[in-house]
């Protein structure tokens, strides 16, 4: 069993930088691939970032990509969101998640382990 637990998350204005944090327990971290997912109100939840459990490949969705990194430190069983430039419309809580297999998680965002999330909001 892991548990995710997500950290970071405020206010910020638009153009401004966050870093989200996501630390990992129970598990081997080193053997998941690891997703950024976020939800608006009202809004369903979408992807945002993912990186292969030792690689370090990453992909992100368009509409962050360019403004955002994802980033893990295997040893600290942690991974990160660096959000720069955001915007408005980056206003959502943030969801850390783990996958097991990563064709699943890339291909059908399908994770087997999610954290409980963190609030962003960016004001004008």
């Known amino acids: 069993q892991v548990h995710l637990v997500e950290s970071g998350g405020g206010l910020v204005q638009t153009g401004g930088s966050l870093r989200l944090s996501c630390a990992a327990s129970g598990g081997t971290f080193t053997n998941y691939a690891m997703g950024w997912f976020r939800q608006a109100p009202g809004k369903e939840r979408e992807f945002v970032a993912f990186?292969?459990?030792?690689?370090?490949?990453?992909r992100y969705s368009e509409s962050v990509k360019g403004r955002f990194t994802i980033s893990r430190d295997n040893a600290k069983n942690t991974v990160y969101l660096e959000m720069n430039s955001v915007k408005l419309e980056d206003t959502a809580v943030y969801y850390c998640?783990?996958?097991?297999?990563?064709?699943?998680?890339?291909?059908?965002?399908?994770?087997?382990?999610w954290g409980q999330g963190t609030q962003v909001t960016v004001s004008s």
């Open positions: 998640a783990a996958a097991q297999d990563f064709s699943s998680a890339l291909l059908r965002g399908k994770y087997d382990f």
């Open positions: 990186i292969m459990a030792r690689n370090g490949l990453t």
